[in-house]
């Protein structure tokens, strides 16, 4: 199965400000998934990213607060703008791999805290 | 409320066996999935199971499906302190290649 490399692990952003959150996977992907797991809470999809064409938004997200970037089939980069307190959670990636493993393939996660 | 369901929270003794259940609602999911989550960590598969199936086992792991009733189980054999971890449940709705998570059940196990 695919291995993703989510960076950075974690980051402490003053509110107002941004972060981009990168995702490198090891091998060529069609569709990726950005998640947000707020605390003690389960994970929510925000986004999917193809290459080549707009990111596909989930209700409740939009592309001005959630801006993603996905210029080629191994990468993929969602920036969290103007960050308030409510904007702390984990940030995660994914990609499906239709291989004899199945499944869907997360980052390690982003730990986001707004001060 | 949510599309997928789980009890928050479940306490086995070392040894005995967990059983953590999940339903779910679109009829149309393909394929379901279990995953773990240690503290700090990101999600690792377990295991999963395509929606015409009644039952899979991998080693410790055993899942079963009743369609009918829209109802997934992970059972956990032996239960070791390294399978305190939070549990979720996740279905894939149909075409949609996007997942669905539960809230998630946390799993302590206790000498």
């Known amino acids: 199965s695919a291995v993703i490399s989510q960076k950075p692990s974690r980051d402490i952003c003053q509110r107002g400000t941004s972060l981009t959150i990168q995702c490198q996977v090891d091998?060529?992907?069609?569709?990726m998934f950005w998640y947000r797991q707020q605390p003690g809470q389960s994970l929510t999809l925000i986004a999917t990213?193809?290459?080549?064409?707009?990111?596909?938004?989930e209700s409740g997200f939009v592309i001005d607060k959630f801006p993603i970037s996905r210029p080629n089939l191994t990468f993929s980069t969602l920036t969290v703008s103007n960050l308030s307190p409510e904007d702390s959670s984990i940030y995660l990636c994914?990609?499906?791999?239709?291989?004899?493993?199945?499944?869907?393939?997360f980052g390690s996660g982003t730990r986001l805290t707004v001060v | 409320g949510e599309d997928v369901e789980q009890s928050l929270f479940l306490s086995v003794r070392e040894g005995d066996s967990s059983v953590i259940n999940c339903t779910y609602t679109?009829?149309?999911?393909?394929?379901l999935y279990w995953y773990k989550q240690e503290p700090g960590a990101g999600l690792q598969l377990l295991t999963y199971i395509f929606s015409n199936m009644d039952m899979k086992q991998d080693q410790r792991l055993t899942v079963l499906l009743n369609k009918k009733d829209k109802h997934l189980s992970l059972r956990i054999a032996d239960t070791q302190t390294g399978d305190s971890a939070i549990y979720f449940c996740a279905e894939e709705r149909g075409g949609y290649n996007k997942l669905i998570f539960g809230a998630g059940t946390r799993l302590a196990v206790h000498p």
């Open positions: 679109d009829s149309s999911s393909t394929y």
């Open positions: 990213a193809n290459q080549g064409s707009e990111a596909t938004y």
């Open positions: 091998s060529q992907v069609t569709m």
């Open positions: 994914s990609t499906n791999t239709r291989t004899s493993n199945y499944g869907y393939t």
